[in-house]
């Protein structure tokens, strides 16, 4: 099915721990990105990449790296994990803001 | 300061009512979205619109681009909307400013 692809679902890390979520869309969209989203605030953006081989900050880097593969993948890498990173985490992409945005089925991350 | 800002945030509805969600925005736009996130789901995009209105099934979107401010309406409602709408608009550069979403509770 075309979409966005993220993994993992759930994932439990312990403090300083690192990972890296996954995102992939077979869509041919130029830009993805990566949002974090907290009760009550809505959703912030952690980076983004508005073509292969670009990547920006959004309002929220601090604490992450992204990874923009080839156009298909953009990937999150939080280096050491702290409590403050728990929240769920969402891809999204589109064609030049197009057509609309696609996002993710989200990543509940969980830092203990 | 929030650049967009929704109301109600949260909703409760009985079965069967028509329902307004609203979207008061502050910055200049290339276009408006409407979202729908189930508990513990996916977000998925419902509207994107830039101008006047837009029509799927049992809802409707409305844009006034002069009074910075749009309108989610949801006919004869049922349960399954249940959802929390976000409101959310993206400027020129393809970046997302987004509402903090109107939890709807729509009881049988």
């Known amino acids: 099915n075309a979409g966005v692809t993220q993994t993992p679902k759930f994932q439990v890390l312990k403090t300083g721990q690192s990972m890296t979520l996954q995102c992939a869309q077979d869509m041919n969209h130029n830009s993805m990105y990566w949002y974090r989203q907290d009760p009550g605030m809505g959703l912030r953006l952690i980076y983004y990449?508005?073509?292969?081989?670009?990547?920006d900050k959004g309002e929220v880097p601090n604490g992450y790296n992204v990874s923009r593969l080839n156009k298909r993948e953009f990937s999150l890498r939080l280096e050491s994990a702290a409590p403050s990173q728990t929240s769920v985490y969402f891809c999204?992409?589109?064609?030049?803001?197009?057509?609309?945005?696609?996002f993710g089925s989200g990543t509940r991350l969980t830092v203990v | 300061k929030n650049e967009v800002e929704q109301s109600p945030q949260n909703l409760t509805a009985q079965e069967g009512e028509f329902i307004t969600i609203n979207c008061s925005y502050s910055v200049g736009i290339s276009a408006l979205h409407w979202l729908q996130q189930h508990p513990g789901g996916g977000i998925v995009s419902l509207f994107m619109?830039?101008?006047g209105k837009k029509k799927h099934g049992r809802l409707i979107a409305t844009i006034n681009i002069q009074e910075k401010h749009s309108s989610l309406h949801i006919t004869a409602s049922h349960p399954r909307d249940s959802a929390v709408y976000i409101c959310a608009v993206t400027n020129t550069g393809n970046q997302f400013y987004f509402g903090t979403g109107t939890s709807l509770t729509v009881i049988p």
């Open positions: 999204a992409s589109t064609y030049r803001g197009r057509y609309g945005y696609t």
């Open positions: 990449s508005a073509s292969e081989g670009t990547t």
């Open positions: 619109l830039s101008s």
